[in-house]
């Protein structure tokens, strides 16, 4: 490969990744500490690792990195994506009907985990963590299929997306 040849793909294809998050805080009514826990973590890893890449073309072919910031408006969950610059440059918007099951199910299995490190065995803590990330994984397929035609994600992105979702849905 001629020296430079990376550089000149990437440069081609943009760079399409996220480097911010915003969460709507007026969406997110509470929150204890182990749901901001979750909160930090999603972030802090989608941040170092992920690929997004929204399918519509912008303006001067602009194609990452990108700020995106979610909430949720009537019953629906908005990704404003932005430009590095902090410009808007669309606003994809979900129904979330088919993600009520699977936000229920992660916040129950969740709660689940939480009480069981303060008082379980290592096997029930791991028999419960494996259910944990069996339905975090559903959901991230879920989230990429409802993505598509709208923005690639990866799996990875997909279950840390899912879980600030979730994070949204928090009720006190």
């Not at 430009?83 to 299995?109: C, H, K, M, N, W």
Request: proline share 3%.
């Amino acid at each position: 490969m001629p020296i430079g040849a990376a550089s000149d793909k990437r440069d081609t294809m943009g760079d399409p990744r996220i480097i911010s998050v915003d969460l709507d805080e007026q969406t997110i009514i509470w929150r204890n500490a182990d749901v901001e826990q979750e909160r930090r973590v999603a972030v802090f890893d989608l941040l170092e690792d992920n690929r997004f890449v929204p399918q519509r073309g912008y303006a001067g072919d602009y194609a990452g990195p990108y700020r995106i910031r979610l909430r949720v408006e009537e019953g629906r969950l908005a990704i404003d994506i932005l430009s590095e610059d902090a410009q808007l440059l669309e606003t994809i918007v979900l129904g979330l009907a088919r993600f009520r099951r699977p936000i229920r199910d992660y916040f129950a299995i969740c709660d689940s985990y939480y009480q069981a490190i303060r008082a379980a065995s290592p096997q029930q803590i791991e028999t419960i963590d494996m259910a944990r990330r069996g339905i975090h994984n559903e959901a991230a397929e879920l989230l990429k299929e409802r993505l598509d035609g709208k923005i690639e994600v990866d799996f990875d992105t997909a279950r840390r997306l899912f879980t600030l979702i979730c994070v949204l849905h928090i009720r006190g």
